[in-house]
Structures are given as C-alpha cells and as structure tokens.
C-alpha cells in the first residue's frame, strides 16, 4: 500500500507529485466544496427568513467563495513544495 501511495507519477526540475499528495490534494478540494455547500446553505436561511436581501446574500457568498478558493489554491501549493514567501 505504502509503495502505491508513494509512486511517483510526476518529476519535473526537483518537484515530484505523488498520488498520495493527488489524494491530500484532492482531499483539500472536496473540503472545500463543502465548506461552500454549508456556506450557501447558511446564507440562504438568512435570506429565506428576511434578515438579508438576496442580491446581498449572493454577493457575501461570493466573496467569501473567492476567498476559500484562494487559501485552497495557496494550501495546495505550499504542499506540492511551491513555496509563495
């Protein structure tokens, strides 16, 4: 198993991506994905029961969706071995 996890699917000038760092990654993603479901879901209640009007709704979903998306993406490089600093 740990030989599988390990295998190298990709070598490019000191960088290799392995599947277990495609499996973190796409871990990362589906984490992601459900932090936006749960805030969609969140943010529609409040629109639902009046508090918030819904074009403001849609715009606080998608600023905070850009900014999820945003760390994701920064997250995701720091572990392949991008270092942004």
């Known amino acids: ?3 599988i996890i390990n295998y190298e699917l ?3 000038a000191g960088y290799s991506l392995q599947i277990g760092r495609l499996l973190v990654i796409a871990c990362i993603v589906l984490i992601s994905k ?11 209640r409040l629109s639902d029961k009046g ?3 819904a074009n403001k709704v849609h715009s606080i979903y998608m600023l905070m969706s850009y900014f999820l998306w945003t ?6 490089l720091d ?3 991008i270092r942004l600093s």
């Not at 459900?34 to 529609?44: F, T, V």
């Not at 760390?71 to 995701?76: A, N, Q």
């Open 34 to 44: 459900l932090i936006q479901y749960l805030m969609r879901k969140g943010l529609n």
């Open 79 to 81: 572990y392949i071995g």
């Open 71 to 76: 760390i994701s993406t920064l997250m995701t």
């Open 10 to 12: 990709l070598s490019v």
């Open 1 to 3: 198993m740990k030989q």
């Open 51 to 53: 508090r918030l009007d």
